[in-house]
C-alpha cells in the first residue's frame, strides 16, 4: 500500500478578494501562508515524510509546498514544477470579481463556466497582457500549448500526461510523493484516479491547505482516501 498526498494551494490574495484567478501569479493572502504552516504541522504531527514533490509554476502553489515542507523539516527534498499543474486557464474572467460576474451574466451560465466540463469561458487574444506567451516561464510550451481559454477537460488533458510521465513512475519507485496544485487541476487528478463522473467531480470542493489522502494498491488504484483533519 502506498500512500500519495495531494494539497490544494493556501487561500490565495484574489481567492480572497473572490476574482477568478486561472494562471495570475497572486500570492498567498496572509491567512493563507497559516494555513500551509498549519497543514505542514498536521502532517508532521500524523508522521507523515515525504521523497519528492510536485507542484505548478505559480507562486501560491509553490509557496504552499515550500511551508509544508519546513514544518517537515523537509525543504531538502526534491521539488518539481510544471505548468500542467497550474490552475484552469480561465481566460477572460481571469481578474473578474465572481459575484459581479454573477449579476453580469447570471448563475447558470456563471456556473458552466466554473463546472461544465466543456464549457469555455470567454477567450482572451495574444495582445492581452494575460496571455501566457508574454510570459518567461511558460517559454518552452510549443504554440498550441499555449492557452487562449480553458475547459476543464482541458486541464484534465494537459494535466494527466504529468501524471503519467512524472509522479507515477515516482509512486512505482515506493517514493512518498506530495502534490500541490489547484482547486481544478486537483479535480482533474483526482477525477481520473478515482475514476468519477462529470457530474460527481463538479460538486467536489476542495477546501485550502488541506492534505488529502489516497491509499493505492499495487495498481495505484484507490483503496481509501480521506482528508487528514
Ligand atoms: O479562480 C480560480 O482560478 C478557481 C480557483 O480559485 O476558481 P473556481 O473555483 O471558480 O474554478
Redesign the pocket.
Known amino acids: 500500500m502506498q500512500k500519495l498526498v495531494l494539497i490544494r494551494h493556501g487561500e490565495?490574495v484574489?481567492?480572497q478578494e473572490n476574482?477568478?484567478?486561472?494562471?495570475?501569479d497572486v500570492d498567498l493572502s496572509d491567512g493563507g501562508l497559516q494555513q500551509a504552516i498549519s497543514a505542514g504541522k498536521l502532517l508532521a504531527k500524523n508522521g507523515y515524510t515525504f521523497d519528492v514533490g510536485f507542484t505548478s509554476v505559480l507562486k501560491r502553489s509553490i509557496k504552499t509546498m515550500h511551508f509544508v515542507l519546513e514544518q517537515l523539516d523537509h525543504l531538502w527534498i526534491p521539488i518539481h514544477k510544471s505548468w500542467r499543474l497550474n490552475?484552469?486557464f480561465?481566460g477572460a474572467?481571469?481578474g473578474l470579481n465572481?459575484d459581479e460576474t454573477i449579476e453580469k451574466y447570471g448563475e447558470e451560465q456563471v456556473q458552466k463556466?466554473?463546472?461544465d466540463p466543456h464549457e469555455h469561458p470567454p477567450a482572451i487574444t495574444e495582445q492581452d497582457d494575460r496571455f501566457p506567451g508574454h510570459y518567461l516561464r511558460y517559454n518552452d510550451l510549443t504554440y498550441r500549448e499555449l492557452p487562449l481559454t480553458e475547459n476543464?477537460s482541458e486541464t484534465m488533458d494537459r494535466a494527466l500526461p504529468f501524471w503519467h510521465e512524472s509522479i507515477v513512475p515516482a509512486i512505482r519507485e515506493n517514493k512518498k510523493v506530495i502534490i500541490c496544485a489547484?482547486?481544478?487541476s486537483l479535480?482533474a487528478l483526482i477525477q481520473y484516479i478515482e475514476n468519477l463522473s462529470d457530474e460527481d467531480v463538479a460538486k467536489l470542493?476542495i477546501p485550502t491547505a488541506t492534505p488529502w489522502v489516497y491509499e493505492l494498491d499495487d495498481r495505484l488504484n484507490c483503496v481509501k482516501h480521506y482528508y487528514l483533519k
Not at 476574482?19 to 495570475?24: C, D, N, Q
Open positions: 490565495s484574489w481567492n476574482r477568478f484567478t486561472g494562471w495570475t490552475e484552469r480561465y474572467l481571469q465572481k463556466w466554473r463546472r476543464l489547484h482547486g481544478n479535480r470542493d
